[in-house]
């Protein structure tokens, strides 16, 4: 898969979920246009920037964010409809401001006064509609007060909200604030590898450091205090204060002044590297590896190849198994989903997507290589497992490499492009469905787990495996509703009711996972149960 970059630049995640103090996580499956799969993702406005009040408004801004839309959206779109929710969101700021259209005229309208009148552009026309947008926008600010105070983030926001809820959940827009956190989280920044915890008392404690980093390497610990940054106190600064102190452009220094409890306070200077931040943590109890993948960010599929590795170097020919614990993991980067399941399969299909566009429409095959030499492997999923986590879990179910445990997964299966605006804001675009190697879509389906763990009542192994012991599985039916439930709403409903999400003990999971590889027969007879019947050719 030496081309994957070049094809894909691409990620998923599930919004309604936090994994990191700095960062939100939304579910999603992603392809970036500057070259950027959790429930539905949140419309707050936010992420504004500072700035000054009647801030001017850059048409280039809904000229790019419109056109992106006409490129790529799943479905084709009118801006008829579009343009004008988008310029009715400007009555969320101003209650006083209304736009109406009648036939080809649109209207503006201040406290019940015409303000202006403009003629519609066509209904395909994105750029006629960013111009429309921009001019309706400039002149309401002249007769708004509350319009012209507003930042122009404040605007972008509340029009592209209007624009994007007439398209599906997934898609949406994040202000400059947001989006430039989340595209440290994906991508990386310069910094020094640390996160912080501030308790009541003033105390900024150190609550994370990402291995390999600076600060790891001048030997900062967790739990270590964080005194000053630069020789600025930082009892007297905010979360944001601090962040923004810690991070900078790459080869350049800042002075961390760090205590610790029976020590004098140490002055250490750092110069910020690009810093990813870790997605692995990983551990071997007995002669199994435990490896859990909180999300999929740049690095993930690199980091998950040292961590198999080194689990494989310390238990030596004693390694029974793997377990990879996907539960809760929202998505992140679609090429790390894909790299992620490539280091386990050594032949067949990983996914397909199918869209609109056609750069779309791809097909990714795995390599002839597998990190675990055909050793056996267990994947962990629950309801928050969704995108990329359901890529992961699916490849590898389908293809027969893995016995995938818990409760049924999420159901996010649309891929989404990620466009950089020209103020630094990002544009979420839904423009794919993914489909599983057995040809079933994720969107809404979800993941079934071969052996479930979440029925209710149920809290023995040995007798959450009896049905697969005594060959009760039903595979064909779930082969069945599969193939209808994109369809049929009562097939959809067996379907995941078959293994409803509820929370139950964590280590019931895993409890389920560490028996089947205690038992090879048993395993590979979760594998040959595995549904692998194909839905569709795609």
Known sequence: MSSLAQRLRQSLKCPAFRHS????????????????????????AGGAAPGAASESISEQVFAVGFGKIAEVYLEAVSFDRLGMDGLKGLTSVDPAVTVERTGSIVRLYVSGSLAAEYGVASAGDASGWATLTTRVIDRARSHSPALSKATSERLYQ???????????GYSRYTGVQRATNERAQREGYGGVGLSLDSGTNGRVTVHDVTPHSPAERVGILDGDQLLAIDGELTSRMTGTDMRDRLRGPTGTLVTLTVARDGTPPRRLPLRRERVVPNTISYSLSGDVGLVKLDRFNA??????RTAVTTIRQTAGPTLRGMVLDLRGNPGGLLDQAVSVADLFMRRGRIISTEGRNPESRQRFDANPDDLLDGLPLVV?????SASSAEVVASALQDSGRAVVVGA?????????????????????LTWSRIYTPAGYTLHRQGVQPTVCTSRAGQTDPDILLSD?????LRPAQIASWRSK????????????EACPWKEHEPDLDLKVAMRLLSEPALYQRAVAMAVVNTVAER
């Open 21 to 44: 103090a700095l960062l939100p996580a939304a579910a999603l499956l992603a392809l970036t246009a500057t070259t950027a799969l959790h429930a539905a993702p949140s419309r707050a």
């Open 158 to 168: 509340v029009v592209f909200d209007g624009v994007t809820a007439d398209l599906d």
């Open 299 to 304: 690095t993930t599929a690199s980091s998950l």
């Open 380 to 384: 962990l999923v629950d309801g928050r």
């Open 408 to 428: 049924s997964s999420y159901g996010k299966g649309s891929v989404q492009t990620v466009t950089r605006l020209p103020n630094d804001g990002e544009l979420f």
């Open 468 to 472: 697969l012991r005594e060959g009760r």
């Open 485 to 496: 439930a994109a369809d049929d709403e009562q097939a959809l409903s067996h379907l995941r």
